[in-house]
């Protein structure tokens, strides 16, 4: 790893292991929080944890094959600027990107596979509903839409402010939300409750054999 700046720099993988303080975590173009090493083991996953700043924590399982890749650490907290440096870009071009990482995961994989395009999913920006991000990225795959048809839908839904059928869901409380949210964090993929308060189902997903594997190394080190 290079040094992004004269004032901070990005962290070695090897450092980030035996680093006895908290660092800056950058995960996937989201905003770096502080946060230090908890547990790793010889599989090469590792959970790091940062406080909520009220007593409580949130955990983050990392696989460290992908350091560098999807997510680093940092001496300080990074700018925009240090990261377009390190990666060769423009501050616009930067911020576009880091915007095309806040939707869904669904989304997302829906790019990497090459079925949605990056137009495409720059439409789905302004859609701050996961669930109806995943309904129209799906919509657009499944009907071979343009870029503009996508748009024009986008443009309806955000007029009418009306959830579309397919993507409705039942009404959930703040605490299941909030559940939701920090298995989310905890577990660094979807997390789907199907139901409500008295019975349903939970989905976590996951998108290849390393992933099942990281997941279950996560829940497995979590219980004992």
Known sequence: MQ?????????PRDEVLEAN???????????????????WNQRGNVVLQSSKGNGEFLCWGMKM????????????KPTQEEAAERIGMSRPVVTNLLRLLSLDKEVLELVRAGRLSGSHARCLVVVTDPE???????????????????????QLYL???????GARKEKQSKELK???????????TKVTILGGEE???????????????????LIDSLRR
């Open 132 to 154: 109806v991000q995943v309904y129209y990225a799906n919509k657009a795959c499944d009907n071979k839409m343009s870029v503009r048809d996508l748009e024009q839908q986008i």
């Open 21 to 39: 303080r908290s660092l800056w975590m950058e995960n996937k173009g989201h905003p770096a929080i502080f946060a230090r090493v908890i547990i």
């Open 178 to 188: 909030g559940f939701v949210n920090d298995m989310k964090r905890i577990f660094n």
């Open 3 to 11: 040094e992004a700046g004269n004032t901070n720099r990005i962290i």
């Open 65 to 76: 094959n992908e350091y560098g890749k999807t997510w680093r650490c940092w001496a300080d």
């Open 199 to 217: 019975k349903g189902q939970i989905r976590i997903n996951y998108y290849s054999n390393d992933d099942l594997q990281r997941i279950y190394d």
């Open 159 to 165: 007029g009418r402010k009306l959830i579309p059928t």
